[in-house]
């Protein structure tokens, strides 16, 4: 998930395809940013669910749950998978975190 981190979200994409096993697909939930944040998760390979700009914050929020729900539909257009990993865009992992 993420929204306006474009300092951030390329980081976080690296480090998820840096990790031990291999983690297909790579699902960005864009939640409304109106920086660069869309067009490097697509640069960086990911596949992108972009939801329309708010102007409120979904933190804290029940409306969180359809952002993190959007990502889930477009998981599952590929099969379910072994695992999910919902995280945010600012967030590294270790390489041998999965």
């Known amino acids: 998930m ?8 390329g980081k976080t994409i690296d480090s998820l395809k840096n990790q031990t096993h291999d983690i297909h697909p790579i ?5 409304g940013s109106v920086d660069a944040t869309p067009t490097i998760a697509v640069e ?20 969180l749950a359809n952002v993190r729900n ?21 967030h590294i992992l270790s390489d041998n975190y999965v």
């Open 70 to 90: 959007a990502g889930l539909e477009r998981i599952k257009e590929h099969g379910i998978p072994d695992f999910v990993i919902q995280m945010g865009a600012d």
């Open 2 to 9: 993420a929204r306006n981190e474009e300092d951030n979200i």
């Open 27 to 31: 699902v960005v939930v864009d939640d």
């Open 44 to 63: 960086k390979g990911c596949q992108l669910v972009r939801l329309p700009y708010h102007e409120d914050s979904y933190v804290g929020r029940p409306e």
